[in-house]
């Protein structure tokens, strides 16, 4: 199998996407995980932007990378200046980073209007930069910026910065998609043209995901001959975002048969990518192929009936290389199939009277506003109600919330929750921001005494739908709760004419599901 690099660029380009700030110790977890998934690069940042990113490189050092080499990134010289006065390429060599990764301008009519020199001035500026970082004993990765429009309206130019940064001695020619206006067909034509150009140089590829082919292009440059790839995590980025690595890894492994990171680390990948969304702040995606929540959930009763026969009618690879699992969606357009297949790893088993008994259950309550696409975790409490194989883990005496207002805005958010669990009562208050917030917090301060492991779950989304909208104030909501522990997230949902009662429905199907899931991993 041949080797292709992956160079990261999740801590610079993904930085650069809109909401997106990592703190140092963010930016230094992410560059220590990205290590451990054995990735060749992770470009650290823009060495010369601020203090934070020079604190990074100097940190950096002290953690022991076992893989990944680390780049810094940062312009060619700038024209009025020489290479020892140039504040980009000296901060590249004060960070200590083994590798310059150096963007120099390749379409003509950024030259002449953005950096506003001659072609043949740009020439030397590109060629001088590169050889100065090689002669201080640095890989250097020339990023041609704008490449492929560079190509098209002027080819002869673009060549021929690629040309002097060659001769210059630059390790590897990474084409940029910059502005993500190109099409697969069009990346590889000009790839391929480059490759025959500079067969002794390693062709990279940088895309961006303007019109939603930044993974094909990558895809389609490799398959010219490029073999080094850059992206991010999650396609964060820019605009819309750059290449996704977490679709370009398995593609380049699993359909184009070549080595990236070991079979392995890319069983790490849906966690790598769960992660960077929350060291990002956001929610994961779950529409992503390979490590997406729901990129092997099945709903239609038809496909589950497949799914169970032959796992390859309705998905293109196991999920367990990619390190996500299958998940089976119940609604009122599933089929006995898919409670069955929910009840696959159970004592149940094949039972398919119990399955349509618990389907007919799923029916009824979606009849009501429930939804279950969402809400696994309220799904899973149903089906082992159902089956019996339930015993309550509390008993709810009662739950009150106050909220006051004083009249100069302060506000405080109050709720009490007496439980009982095997004949034994808790009275407990809890405080927090909102009614759920102080409902949250005083239902598991009466539990943890009970269940410990309480502790290590929180709630990461909430969601709140009308249901019935033609009722005005009279209408159900849908509450749809989102948790999770150190090992996994789930979701339940509540229905009522009143809000805080949905909620506590998806709260208390929360905390349940959380017992049972601990109690079954014991």
């Known amino acids: 199998m041949e080797k292709i690099k ?11 996407a809109q909401g997106v700030s990592f703190s140092l110790q963010d930016k230094l977890l992410i560059a220590e995980h990205l290590d451990k998934i054995s ?11 601020n203090p934070k990113e020079m604190q990074f490189f100097e940190q950096i050092k002290d953690k022991g990378l076992s893989c990944a080499k680390i ?3 940062g312009n060619t010289r700038r024209a009025d200046c020489s290479c020892d006065e140039d504040a980009s390429l000296q901060a590249i060599l004060k960070c200590g980073a083994e590798v310059a990764t150096l963007v120099g301008k390749s379409w003509d009519m950024q030259v002449l209007e953005v950096l506003k020199c001659s072609l043949e001035e740009n020439l030397s500026i590109c060629a001088e930069s590169v050889e100065y970082m090689k002669s201080k004993g640095l890989e250097v990765i020339f990023d041609a910026e704008h490449f492929y429009d560079g190509f098209k309206a002027n080819p002869e130019y673009s060549m021929q910065v690629l040309g002097a940064a060659v001769d210059a001695g630059a390790d590897t020619l990474a084409l940029c ?30 895309t961006h995901n303007d019109s939603d082919c930044a993974v094909a292009n990558t895809l389609a440059a490799v398959k010219a001959g490029a073999r080094h790839v850059q992206g991010t995590i999650n396609g964060i980025g820019e605009r819309t975002g750059n290449a996704n690595l977490c679709s370009i ?19 790490k990948l849906t966690q790598t990518s769960r992660f960077v969304f929350e060291m990002a702040n956001m929610s994961p995606a779950m529409n992503l192929p390979y490590v997406g929540e729901s990129a092997f959930a099945h709903k239609a009763g038809l496909h589950v009936n497949a799914i169970l026969k032959n796992k390859k009618t309705y998905e293109h690879l196991e999920p367990e290389l990619v390190g ?16 069955l297949a929910k009840l696959e790893k159970t004592k149940i088993g094949n039972d398919k009277k119990l399955a349509r008994e618990i389907l007919d259950t799923v029916q009824k309550l979606e009849a009501q506003g429930y939804q279950f696409e969402a809400a ?21 005496e009662k739950y009150h919330v106050n909220v006051e207002r004083s009249g100069g805005g302060e506000r405080m958010t109050e709720a009490t929750v007496k439980i009982s669990v095997d004949g034994k009562s808790e009275h407990v208050v809890g ?23 309480l502790k290590d779950m929180h709630l990461i989304d909430y969601k709140v739908r009308v249901v019935n909208a033609k009722a005005g104030t009279a209408a159900k909501v849908r509450v749809i709760i989102e948790s999770k522990d150190k090992d996994a997230s789930w979701g339940t949902v509540g229905v009522s004419e009143n809000i805080i009662d949905a909620s506590w429905k998806a709260l208390k199907d929360s905390i349940e599901y959380k017992i049972l899931k601990d109690a079954q991993q014991n």
């Open 177 to 206: 998609e910059t502005n993500g206006g190109a099409l697969p067909h069009e990346v590889y034509d000009i790839t391929k043209e480059v490759c025959e150009r500079f067969p002794n140089t390693t062709i990279g590829i940088h």
């Open 249 to 267: 890894i398995p593609n380049l492994t699993f359909k184009m048969g070549f080595e990236t990171i070991g079979l392995d680390n890319i069983k």
């Open 6 to 16: 992956v160079y990261d660029t999740t801590l610079r380009d993904g930085m650069q």
């Open 431 to 453: 405080e927090g921001d909102g009614p759920v917030n102080a409902l949250d917090a005083a239902l598991r301060k009466s539990l943890e005494g009970f269940y410990p492991n």
């Open 71 to 73: 780049a810094g990134f």
């Open 39 to 49: 990735l060749d690069y992770i470009e650290g940042g823009y060495a010369a932007s």
């Open 376 to 396: 696994d975790g309220s799904c899973d409490v149903i089906v082992r109600e159902v089956t019996g194989d339930y015993s309550q883990a509390y008993d709810l």
């Open 324 to 339: 996500n699992q299958r998940h089976f969606l119940i609604s009122e357009l599933s089929g006995a199939s898919n409670i």
